[in-house]
Each structure stands twice: as C-alpha cells, then as structure tokens.
C-alpha cells in the first residue's frame, strides 16, 4: 500500500505524524537528500516537501520529476511561502495547455502582470 510522506523542518511537518504521514524532519541538503531516499524506500506515493526543503534540492527534485511516483508537491512551511510551490504549479499548466491561465501573463520586460 502507498502511503504519504512529508518533508521540511520539525515545525512545519511535525503535525503531519497525527495523520497517519510518514513524517521526516530534515533542514539542511544532506538531511533533505537522505529523506527523499528514504520516501523512496517506503512507497510514498505522495511526497509534500516544505519550499524551503525543495530549493536545497532542485537538482533531486528534477530526477524524481521523471519517475510516474512519488508525486513531489511543494508545500509552504511556518516560515511562510516562497511562491516555489505556486510557480512549479503554474508551469506545470501553461506546458500543459500552452497559456497561462491561472492569471499572470508575462510582460515584454519579463514582469508579471496580472489579468
């Protein structure tokens, strides 16, 4: 059975334990690197990963991108957001439809404006 994991740092992801979650603690890239393995080895299917975790290891991140499972999905932490999670989602959907439709166009000089 698959089951759930989540990554960041004790303050963000500790709560997650109540829910059943494989829950790892891990602040610095080798902590983050050795928790991502070990989701790996106990079949997470979803792995919910503090921003502040992804941006330490976006070069993992790219690898397990290429894998059917886990799905990797970036979650703010306490310490608030970092709009990694937000970015990736919108990317993800712009190369899906071809526009971005969740309401930021990308002007001329590469800022965004919104609809």
Request: net charge negative; with cysteine.
């Amino acid at each position: 059975m698959y089951r759930v994991g989540v990554i960041g740092d004790r303050d963000s992801v500790l709560g997650f334990r109540a829910l059943g979650m494989v829950v790892l603690p891990a602040e610095d890239r080798e902590s983050v690197l050795a928790a991502l393995e070990e989701t790996l080895k106990e079949d997470c299917a979803v792995v919910f990963l503090t921003e502040h975790a992804a941006a330490l290891v976006p070069d993992r991140l790219e690898q397990l991108r290429e894998r059917r499972i886990p799905a990797i999905v970036p979650i703010p932490s306490t310490r608030g957001t970092t709009g990694l999670g937000m970015g990736q989602v919108k990317e993800t959907v712009r190369k899906a439809v071809g526009v971005d439709i969740l309401g930021f166009d990308r002007a001329p000089e590469g800022k965004e404006t919104e609809r």
